[in-house]
């Protein structure tokens, strides 16, 4: 019996692409034949109080060029989603669990799945991770440089 196509579609940020994102997109493609990525536009994003270290361009060419992708859209306002489920013929709309239950009125239209994340990654994370680096007082890093400098001179 042939098989059915598939088309599964996704929502998310993908601000500073990491590995919870990459194994993400390697599973929902597996799960279809056809993959589509809807990545929020830089104004959705500061509507929702986000702050993207990468424009929407970047983030956009970025998922548009995985192997397992094949097609990126804009996610510009909360409400798309039933009108792209429609309009690509989504049979699958999948998304980490962060937000169960939370698109559950979308199971009139397609399946809907929510996936397990993967653990100790997150955006947010490596952001703060960057902070740390940008919160050394400058004067801190100048005076350790001097420290190394004075040690450096004692070894000479
Ligand atoms: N994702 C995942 N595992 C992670 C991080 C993200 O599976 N460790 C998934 C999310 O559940 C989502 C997609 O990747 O389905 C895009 O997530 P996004 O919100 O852009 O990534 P986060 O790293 O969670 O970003 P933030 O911290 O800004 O929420």
Known sequence: MEKKLKTVITYGTFDMFHIGH????????????KLIVAVSSDEFNALKG???LISYEQRAEIIGNLKMVDLVIPET??????EDVQKYDVDIFAIGDDWEGKFD????????KYMERTKDISTTQLKKSLSKFLTI??????????????LKKDLE
């Open 22 to 33: 990459l194994r993400m997109l390697q599973r929902l493609a597996e799960m279809g034949n």
């Open 50 to 52: 986000k702050k993207c």
């Open 77 to 82: 306002h909360w409400e798309q989603k039933v």
């Open 105 to 112: 009125f979308l199971k009139e239209f397609c399946e809907v």
């Open 137 to 150: 007082p400058k004067e801190d890093i100048i005076r350790a440089l001097e420290v190394l400098e004075i």
